[in-house]
T-cell receptor, first 115, second 112 residues
Framework: GQQLNQNPQSMFIQEGEDVSMNCTSS?????WLWYKQDPGEGPVLLIA?????ELTSNGRLTAQFGITRKDSFLNISASIPSDVGIYFC???????????????FGTGTLLAVQP | ETGVTQSPTHLIKTRGQQVTLRCSSQ?????VSWYQQALGQGPQFIFQ???????GRGNFPPRFSGLQFPNYSSELNVNALELDDSALYLC???????????FGEGSRLTVL
């Protein structure tokens, strides 16, 4: 099935460092989402983006909806041990307020934070 | 805690068998979506049920079928299980068809 390309695949960083990851698609999306998944749990929504060029923050997390609508970026500032997990991007062809919310997920970025 | 509950949490089946997975949606949500997540991959959309009707389907064969009940809980049925069906099956509920998804913890299916 279709999956979005996420980079990097994994990151091993020290506590306090900043983190950047990105997601690219060959298709245009009208909605970009970023999720975090902890072991044994389902994905939890971190940030939702609805407009090309939009920059949205949620605490230490900042995400951007690329101008081309084919990419998105997530930054985490001053990482802490509880940031450990797998981060997924997801795109929706429709508007998140539209007829359906079928999501296409990325391949995931595994983040490990050393105290 | 998202309020979305799935059962069973783990199960083991053999090739050719059939399986039913269950999902209770968050209170007030009328839409349930099912995703398959293979090990090391992102979730893949299977289908969505909105007010008891299928409302969109991903690239999965007909042996994957679903049902939504009047209380908006849902079942995912998979017939003639294959080894590649081994995965975490995630259910997500939402308020209306295009609302934010709230995922359950998943049902881990192993096919031997």
């Amino acid at each position: 099935g279709q999956q979005l390309n996420q980079n990097p695949q994994s990151m091993f960083i020290q506590e306090g460092e900043d983190v950047s990851m990105n997601c690219t698609s060959s298709s245009i999306f009208n909605t970009w989402l970023w999720y975090k998944q902890d072991p044994g749990e389902g994905p939890v929504l971190l940030i939702a983006l609805y407009k090309a060029g939009e920059l949205t923050s949620n605490g230490r997390l900042t995400a951007q909806f690329g101008i081309t609508r084919k990419d998105s970026f997530l930054n985490i500032s001053a990482s802490i041990p509880s940031d450990v997990g797998i981060y997924f991007c997801a795109g929706a062809a429709g508007n998140y307020g539209g007829a359906t919310n079928k999501l296409i997920f990325g391949t995931g970025t595994l983040l490990a934070v050393q105290p | 805690e998202t309020g979305v509950t799935q059962s069973p949490t783990h199960l083991i089946k053999t090739r050719g068998q059939q399986v039913t997975l269950r999902c209770s949606s968050q209170s007030g949500h009328n839409t349930v979506s099912w995703y398959q997540q293979a090990l090391g991959q992102g979730p893949q959309f299977i289908f969505q049920y909105y007010r008891e009707e299928e409302n969109g389907r991903g690239n999965f064969p007909p042996r994957f079928s679903g049902l939504q009940f009047p209380n908006y809980s849902s079942e995912l049925n998979v017939n003639a299980l294959e080894l590649d069906d081994s995965a975490l099956y995630l259910c997500a509920s939402s308020l209306e068809a295009a609302g934010e998804l709230f995922f359950g913890e998943g049902s881990r299916l192993t096919v031997l």
